[in-house]
């Protein structure tokens, strides 16, 4: 228990809804000792009597059923009352309404009125007179901030949201929006703290996560892994949508002041305390590197209330470079469960600065070009490109005598299923775009030359999709490759994308890998505010979050360049014209595809590292999605409508003593 509220602490979590029944005394001794509200629930639920409110039509509506209605309600209340971290009290969860529930609450309220007056909530009352607040589950961005804007007479806390089932929570942010602008709402209860599973061995002695199914049959149908909704792992390690979770909550906000260079403003959301225990730290960083900073106190801020903070900024170059201010708030002093020292709050954005045009390289050598029935080969300055004629893929990329691939850049609009993906009809919705780049038909290869440049133009029929694509490589003779993809739709209706890309499979000996976008947690484009951009180092192995179901993992989003190298420094370099989505694993994405679980169960933790680096070089992947795991969509604004879409990053070689983040501001085209 005391590392669980270590936790939820130090993720800026204050209130833990018990679901859906009372805790041990322990329990409610520590959420004193720690100050976490806690929303106490009766041990009441009937959800597979559903909610009929006829009479007999549910045990909540059935007078045959008050005593145990009464007998758990009284129990919970008269053993846990004098507890002060009890704030609310819950009737129970998913049981219906009707009189057993309107007997409850009045005796609840008549119990408590003398005591702490303590609110009485129950979901399935919905807006009847038996729930001193709107505890509604599930809702999303949009009725939250209808349901803000219009009003209500009474708070509104949604007693389950956010469903943190696999790789979730997405879209935190913009429910929180309306959350902090609207007094009358009220903060959430996300489902839920912890994965009910169990350790075990798989077949080849790896450890994963069990769910049903994995622990026997006995003639029951289970429930798959939909016990996994946790926002940490069984044995408390903690999963990546944690972090958006400590960043949507955290109690200290910054924004920028309009039309000044140099001041922020600060709210501080703390209900009871002032800033005078926090240290602000700020950075100016270019290339994932300070060249400015410092650290200072906060003025007087108190609870509910803003300030302006100028801060002592430089100019900047006009250097085409980019400039993130990066703000971070720490403890000053240990606190029970805190260190001194913890970071509770971050915020960055990019700066204003002057930019100017890259000056291009001059090619040193020409190209020599090759072409027969089999390929096209181009020999430039210690480099080799071949192209296939057959498919028009990448077969070759030399460079110093080495062939760093295994396949060549493939178009890429699939994503392995996420557990939202699953239920939302996701693999039928979108099933066009599973295979369609491998299905993808040449129709011509073409090569031009442009002064010292050769450009490969790879043009593609997507018969099933009604559309054409485009694959175009300009090769510079020193090496230097920009690849620029190219899909245009024809009047075929189309659904979403799940992926906008391409992949390409390298070496497996090309396993360090950096990267300057966001980090160093994965993260998805409704999933990132937690997720600083800046320059991150790691294995290729350690991208993979071993999900209780293996599925997609491994993004960042607002990636500049990411590096693959070995253990000699050698490697590849990847620079997006624009930001990419980049992500790379030690297997093919064929591994964590999704298999119903009455065929397969697999497991996050039984996935092997192969002897590959599966690379995919994204313009976008849609968001994963949260409202809930039994049908919502990833909002509109995070999928991706299939409309024209080009985009374009460039290939190029590193040296051992080559600086990966310099290298990237060269221009070649």
Avoid at 289 to 317: D, H, R, Y
Avoid at 508 to 521: I, V
């Amino acid at each position: 228990m005391r590392r669980d509220f270590e936790l939820m602490k130090q993720h800026n979590l204050n209130s833990v809804r018990l679901c859906h029944y009372p805790q041990d005394r322990r329990f409610y001794e520590l959420c004193d000792e720690y100050g976490l509200y806690v929303y106490d629930e009766a041990n009441v639920e009937s959800h597979g009597m559903y909610y009929d409110l006829r009479k007999g039509g549910s045990l909540g509506n059935n007078p045959e059923w008050l005593k145990p209605h009464m007998d758990r309600t009284i129990n919970m209340f008269e053993r846990n009352k004098n507890y002060p971290s009890v704030t609310f009290w819950s009737l129970g969860n998913e049981a219906g309404n009707g009189y057993n529930f309107y007997q409850t609450y009045l005796w609840l309220k008549e119990a408590d009125k003398d005591l702490m007056d303590r609110p009485v909530n129950y979901e399935r009352a919905q807006w009847e007179w038996n729930s001193d607040m709107y505890v509604p589950q599930y809702p999303g961005a949009d009725w939250l901030e209808n349901i803000g804007k219009n009003g209500s007479d009474r708070p509104v806390a949604p007693s389950e949201y956010a469903h943190a089932m696999g790789n979730s929570t997405g879209n935190l942010w913009g429910q929180w929006q309306a959350i902090y602008k609207y007094p009358n709402l009220q903060g959430g209860y996300i489902w839920d703290w912890v994965d009910q599973t169990f350790a075990i061995k798989d077949k080849n002695n790896r450890d994963i996560w069990a769910f049903g199914g994995d622990m026997g049959f006995v003639g029951i149908v289970n429930d798959s892994n939909f016990c996994a909704n946790g926002l940490v792992a069984a044995d408390r390690s903690l999963h990546p949508h944690i972090y958006e979770v400590k960043k949507v909550l955290q109690y200290i906000h910054f924004e920028p002041v309009a039309f000044t260079p140099n001041k922020i403003k600060v709210s501080n959301r703390h209900d009871f305390i002032g800033l005078e225990g926090y240290t602000l730290r700020w950075a100016v960083e270019c290339d994932g590197k300070a060249v400015q900073g410092g650290e200072m106190n906060f003025p007087v801020i108190t609870p509910g209330s803003s300030a302006n903070i100028e801060l002592p900024l430089k100019a900047l170059p006009a250097d085409g470079k980019e400039y993130f201010l990066t703000l971070c708030a720490f403890t000053k002093h240990e606190a029970p469960l805190i260190p001194k020292g913890h970071e509770v709050a971050i915020e960055q954005w990019i700066l204003p600065t002057t930019q100017i045009a890259g000056k291009v390289q001059p090619a040193n050598s020409t190209l020599a070009t090759d072409r027969n029935n089999e390929a096209i080969t181009l020999k430039g300055n210690n480099f080799q490109i071949a192209f296939s004629t057959q498919n028009g893929e990448m077969t070759e990329l030399i460079y110093h005598g080495k062939n760093l691939i295994k396949e060549g850049l493939q178009p890429n609009f699939w994503r392995p299923l996420t557990d939202n993906d699953i239920p939302n009809g996701h693999l039928n919705r979108c099933a066009t775009w599973k295979t369609a780049g491998k299905d993808a038909k040449l129709e011509n290869l073409e090569v031009t030359e442009k002064q010292q440049i050769v450009i490969v133009t790879a043009t593609y029929k997507m018969e099933a999709q009604g559309s054409t694509l485009q694959t175009i490589y300009d090769i510079h003779p020193d090496g230097a490759v920009r690849v620029s993809m190219h899909f245009t739709p024809g009047k075929q209706a189309l659904n979403e994308m799940p992926r906008l890309g391409m992949r390409m499979i390298l070496s497996a000996e090309y396993e360090m890998m950096s990267w300057l976008g966001r980090g160093p947690q994965e993260n998805y484009a409704d999933r990132k505010t937690g997720a600083l951009v800046g320059l991150y180092n790691a294995t290729v192995w350690e991208q993979f979050h071993p999900y209780v179901r293996a599925q997609e993992t491994a993004n960042h989003c607002d990636v500049r360049w990411i590096a693959l190298r070995n253990a000699a420094g050698e490697g590849l370099l990847v620079t997006g014209e624009d930001p990419l989505s980049v992500s790379a694993w030690n297997f093919p994405m064929e591994d964590i595809e999704y298999r119903p679980s009455q065929v397969e169960r697999r497991h996050g933790g039984s996935i092997l590292k192969k002897d590959i680096i599966w690379l995919n070089i994204d313009h976008q992947q849609m968001g994963v999605g949260g409202d809930n795991t039994w049908g919502a969509q990833v909002h509109p604004e995070y999928t991706i409508t299939p409309h024209e879409w080009k985009y374009s990053f460039t290939l190029q070689p590193l040296g051992a003593k080559d600086d990966a983040a310099e290298q990237a501001h060269q221009c070649w085209f």
